[in-house]
């Protein structure tokens, strides 16, 4: 894990001062970076049943559909308002500085699906537990939630403590 590491550039005071922002950019322009980090994503979840990987806006939808081919499941984005145009189901959720929200299209899972929902980073573990909440108001069934990076010392794992979690990376 120490090499798919040293492909996240670490930039300091982004976006703001006494952040640490974790650029994988670095990593998604390196062949065999995107490669591994794409594999161990799918390969956690391969025998199970998965018929929907959700990809979270905007960086889930970089790795979600590639794990959805993988898992052969279809793919599922989960988007800002007003982004999706057809009949949506809306979760709010809080952030640190207000509130946020995400669609997803009401006819995008249906009654018992086996749903897993990707992601880019694991922070405080609002998003995903908001998207979690949409996939089970339409009836799906979050078999699992995955990340590349998650942020240890921000705790989200607590919040989605009920859900099978995989993180491939960890600070």
Do not use: C
Not at 17 to 35: E, N, R, S, W
Not at 111 to 132: K, M
Not at 149 to 156: D, H, Q, T, V, W
């Amino acid at each position: 894990m120490e090499d798919l590491k040293k492909l996240i550039r670490e930039v300091p005071d982004f976006p703001k001062p006494g952040i640490l922002f974790y650029d994988i950019t670095t990593l998604l322009k390196d062949p065999l970076g995107l490669h591994w980090a794409v594999d161990l994503l799918a390969n956690h979840y391969v025998g199970q049943l998965i018929d929907r990987v959700v990809g979270i806006e905007a960086r889930g939808f970089i790795f979600a559909p590639m794990v959805a081919y993988r898992l052969n499941a279809g793919f599922v984005p989960v988007r800002k308002p007003k982004k999706l145009p057809a009949a949506t189901a809306r979760a709010t959720y809080s952030l640190e500085y207000g509130q946020d929200a995400l669609e997803i299209h009401r006819d995008a899972i249906s009654q018992g699906q086996q749903v897993l929902i990707i992601d880019d980073l694991l922070a405080t573990g609002g998003t995903a537990a908001a998207v979690a909440g949409l996939v089970e108001s339409l009836g799906g069934k979050v078999t699992g939630i995955g990340f590349l990076i998650e942020l240890e010392f921000l705790k989200g794992r607590q919040k989605l403590s009920r859900y099978n979690l995989h993180a491939i990376l960890k600070y």
